[in-house]
């Protein structure tokens, strides 16, 4: 796993237990070599991003009890892609982000300024 710095170069910090979230589903929107979508983006759900995903083929609000997931209603914090999260935001429907719980590997696909201009923990 690599280094738990978020894009304001501090400790990363936990994105959500309920639902538990992250790659390695440990509540954090950590990341490795193996992490090949990059879910680095602690992002709150919305209706209008969970529609999009779904309508992208990532349907993220149905439940699946066979895999442990209850399905992510709006107000959920859940780390999302890199990639899907700047595709939202081109599309007008990014999510609001969480900044110490992004992740700095994010900055290699979504530029720090974007993040920020949707960011719900800036004073």
């Keep these: 796993m690599n280094t738990s710095i978020n894009v304001l170069g501090e400790t ?3 994105c959500s237990a309920a639902p538990m979230t992250g790659f390695f589903r440990d509540g954090c929107c950590n990341t ?23 309508a992208k083929g990532n349907d993220l609000s149905t439940p699946r009890p066979e895999f442990g ?3 992510l209603r709006p107000g959920d914090r859940w780390c999302l892609c ?3 999260w700047l595709e939202a935001y081109e599309a007008g429907k990014p ?3 969480y900044l110490t719980g992004t992740h700095q590997r994010a900055l290699e696909i979504v ?4 993040l ?7 004073n």
């Design 111 to 114: 530029p720090l300024a974007l």
């Design 116 to 122: 920020r201009a949707h960011a719900t923990d800036l």
């Design 12 to 14: 990363l910090v936990l």
């Design 32 to 54: 490795s070599d193996d992490d090949l979508g990059s879910h680095t983006v602690c992002a709150q759900m919305t209706a209008a991003f969970l529609e999009f995903s779904k």
């Design 95 to 97: 999510p609001r982000v």
């Design 69 to 71: 997931f209850a399905g």
């Design 82 to 84: 890199a990639a899907r």
